[in-house]
């Protein structure tokens, strides 16, 4: 079973930064895949960013340039910065990991853009 706890999310005015965490519990040398996806209120669930074990990333148009994803294998952490924040990132986002045993999510950490 592998846990992802996020952090890092909250309040913020348009144009400023921050920086999600997601810790695993397991070595993440070994998944397959990590990423980010958020929700907005009243939307479907959608990619922002993942990383494959290779350290290829993908970023979803609406983010590239702004937002940059990473992993510390050596911490099991995966971190998303996000630069020139925009009312329209407003979200709740969420880890995700794709592992041989299957696909885990954490619980979401919220983030808060105001114009």
């Known amino acids: 079973q592998v846990q992802l706890v996020e952090s890092g999310g909250g309040l913020v005015q348009a144009g400023g930064s921050l920086r999600l965490s997601c810790a695993a519990s397991g070595s993440i040398f070994s998944f397959n895949l990590m990423g980010w996806y958020r929700q907005a209120p009243g939307k479907q669930r959608e990619l922002v960013a993942v990383?494959?074990?290779?350290?290829?990333?993908r970023y979803a148009d609406s983010v590239k340039g702004r937002f940059t994803i990473s992993r510390d294998n050596a911490k099991n952490t995966v971190y998303l910065q996000m630069n020139s924040l925009r009312p329209e990132d407003t979200g709740v986002y969420y880890c995700?990991?794709?592992?041989?045993?299957?696909?885990?999510w954490g619980q979401g950490t919220l983030v808060n853009v105001s114009a």
């Open positions: 990383v494959t074990r290779d350290g290829y990333s």
């Open positions: 995700k990991a794709e592992t041989m045993y299957g696909d885990y």
